[in-house]
């Protein structure tokens, strides 16, 4: 026990430390926001360079939101949910821009009273990243279809879209820290995911082909908190 106490405290200094460090860099980058639009309005000639320069600093802005939310993990509060309800609010998030983007959410659910232990908040953020991502790999628009069944002790999620899917050699690299092929990823969207679901004791894998598409298949034991309390 002292060991893990020994662990767990250096790992909230480790997230204090974290937290204290992306409130350092959003600070400046603000004021840098700031000026680069100011150098934007002063001489639009220079319009392609701050142009790159504001697309950096989201960049910037992103890896710390993203990272702060992975060092600084809220308290995970395990409730009964209705399922459907948090996987509906999710895709509700997403309407306007699946409209402006010729994006089609398909969503088949046979589980409309089906009550999942989990945190609401964080699972929804699963479903952002992994819908984020398929409309991501869909620039001209396509079909994203979900699925949810309960199955056995488990509910499986299933998300589907029919993108640029994920070359073999790059499948196996794309749920680590900062991997990206995006011009303004974090890459950290799946390692978030991951994280999420462990705490739920729950699983994704990740099927794709190239010009295809990707389906990512996500578990969920039903009473994780009976095992995560041990
Ligand atoms: P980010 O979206 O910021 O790049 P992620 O961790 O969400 O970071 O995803 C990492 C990489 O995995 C992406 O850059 C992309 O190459 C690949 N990827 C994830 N989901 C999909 C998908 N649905 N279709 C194609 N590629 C994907
Ligand atoms: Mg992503």
Do not use: W
Not at 29 to 56: A, N, R
Not at 164 to 185: C, Q
Not at 206 to 222: A, C, D, N, Y
């Amino acid at each position: 026990t002292e060991e893990f106490l020994r662990r767990t405290d250096k790992l909230s200094l480790a997230g204090e430390m974290a937290a204290g460090v992306a409130h350092e860099i959003r600070n400046p980058l603000t004021s840098l926001q700031g000026f680069v639009q100011l150098i934007d309005e002063k001489s639009p000639e220079h319009h392609t360079y701050t142009s790159i320069m504001k697309s950096e600093i989201k960049r910037i802005d992103g890896i710390v939101n993203e990272f702060l939310m992975l060092a600084k993990p809220q308290p995970v509060i395990m409730k009964p949910h209705l399922f459907k309800e948090i996987l509906e609010d999710v895709i509700l998030l997403f309407e306007t821009e699946c409209a402006l983007k010729n994006v089609m959410i398909d969503v088949r659910m046979n589980i409309r009273h089906t009550e999942l232990m989990c945190d609401a908040n964080q699972l929804k953020q699963v479903f952002i990243n992994l819908l984020k991502n398929a409309i991501e790999a869909m620039p001209n628009g396509g079909l994203i279809s979900v699925s949810a069944l309960h199955y056995e002790n488990e509910l499986i999620i299933k998300i589907q879209d029919s993108g640029e899917g994920i070359p073999p050699h790059i499948l196996e690299h794309i749920t680590k820290p900062f991997f990206t092929t995006k011009e303004e990823g974090t890459g950290l969207g799946l390692l978030i995911t991951k994280d999420i679901l462990k705490q739920h004791n729950g699983s994704m894998t990740i099927q794709s082909k190239e010009k295809q598409g990707t389906t990512v298949e996500i578990r969920l034991p039903f009473l994780p908190s009976a095992v995560l309390s041990l």
